[in-house]
């Protein structure tokens, strides 16, 4: 297995009058509609004042990487630190009583509360993976049994944070429903059901140092999301990794900077045209690694299928069958066959 090292790319600008969405190079082959090619993964300034080149650049690095991370998105960088923050401050409560007051009952099916997650290495070395999840919308599947206490501005922060990324998602996903000759809600709407019932989760990942070999220790396996869109900021500590072209990439860390990642829904309703790409979490043995993930999903009773209209003239064909968004995860956690 090959992992290949990328350089930073400094793409944080504060001027309107610069296209930045890409580093130069890749600026002048999106303007030619060109497919983007670059051992680094795309990073989009969103304050430039081209929105369709905007656009059309969140659609190719969808198409061709299903990654990206995006600067100037309009949350606040004082907001990001206080997500971290106070998520920083309940994983290390050195009161353990006080976790396990949001711990996830045991056998429930909710995937909300917090966890201890026990892995081995090949030597039988242990280390622990801790987290903690919670819904953040809508208000009906928000339960505030799972969120922390301590400290007392943790759901303050969460709820602010919250508002400013359901805008954010809300955009993005305008722009890939534009990119599939499509209206620009019919991702939101027909995708995932509709504003007030698209269903956010709040993850939160705690790596400690890890004592066994980093490079044999994996934090996450090798997958693709279950769910349809994963939003995600991290400390600064490296560890997301991507598969392309037989490859592994490092996601590098840009401060502020919000990572988007495409689930296997969007894999399906684009008929296959945005990529639900391959992803891994390594662990660090010297640094805490933490990060912050909002889960967009549909509820479990949506339909999820290809959202383009199909004449049989000729026209693309579905690849996907329509199936609920249950049927979807049942058959993903037991390994079973998609279609």
């Known amino acids: 297995m090959h992992r290949q090292e990328v350089p930073f790319i400094n793409v944080i600008s504060t001027s309107l009058s610069t296209p930045n969405l890409f580093p130069k190079r890749i600026i002048m082959e999106v303007e030619k509609d060109q497919t983007v090619s670059s051992a680094t993964i795309p990073t989009i300034d969103l304050s430039n004042v081209d929105k369709e080149l905007v656009a059309r650049a969140v659609v190719k690095a969808s198409q061709e990487w299903g990654v990206f991370q995006v600067v100037n998105h309009e949350i606040p960088k004082e907001l990001i630190q206080s997500l971290q923050k106070v998520g920083t401050q309940f994983f290390e409560l050195s009161s353990e009583a006080e976790k396990e007051a949001v711990?996830?009952?045991?056998?429930?099916?909710?995937?909300?509360?917090?966890?201890?997650?026990?892995?081995?290495?090949?030597?039988?070395?242990?280390?622990?993976?801790?987290?903690?999840?919670?819904?953040?919308?809508?208000?009906?599947?928000?339960?505030?049994?799972?969120?922390?206490?301590?400290?007392?501005?943790?759901?303050?922060?969460?709820?602010?944070?919250?508002?400013?990324?359901?805008?954010?998602?809300?955009?993005?996903?305008?722009?890939?429903?534009?990119?599939?000759?499509?209206?620009?809600?019919?991702?939101?709407?027909?995708?995932?059901?509709?504003?007030?019932?698209?269903?956010?989760?709040?993850?939160i990942i705690y790596y400690p140092p890890c004592r066994a070999q980093a490079n044999l220790v994996l934090g996450l396996q090798p997958h693709t999301d279950i769910h349809g869109l994963t939003i995600l900021v991290t400390n600064e500590i490296p560890g997301l990794q991507v598969f392309k072209d037989d490859q592994w990439f490092d996601v590098e860390y840009i401060p502020s900077a919000i990572v988007f990642i495409i689930g296997d829904p969007l894999l399906r309703m684009s008929n296959g045209k945005y990529k639900n790409v391959l992803h891994r979490t390594t662990l660090n043995k010297e640094k805490t690694r933490m990060s912050w993930v909002v889960l967009l999903k549909p509820t479990y009773d949506m339909i999820i299928g290809p959202l383009m209209k199909f004449t049989g003239d000729g026209d693309e064909t579905p690849k996907f069958k329509h199936i609920t968004y249950r049927e979807h995860v049942d058959r993903k956690v037991n390994n079973l066959p998609l279609d």
């Open 103 to 203: 711990a996830k009952p045991e056998n429930s099916k909710d995937i909300q509360g917090y966890v201890t997650n026990i892995q081995k290495d090949v030597e039988d070395k242990v280390d622990r993976v801790d987290s903690l999840f919670h819904n953040l919308s809508p208000p009906s599947w928000v339960d505030y049994r799972y969120w922390p206490k301590n400290p007392p501005e943790y759901r303050q922060v969460n709820e602010e944070y919250a508002r400013y990324v359901k805008k954010l998602a809300e955009k993005i996903l305008g722009w890939l429903s534009e990119g599939l000759g499509l209206d620009h809600e019919a991702l939101i709407n027909k995708g995932f059901g509709g504003g007030d019932n698209v269903v956010y989760t709040m993850k």
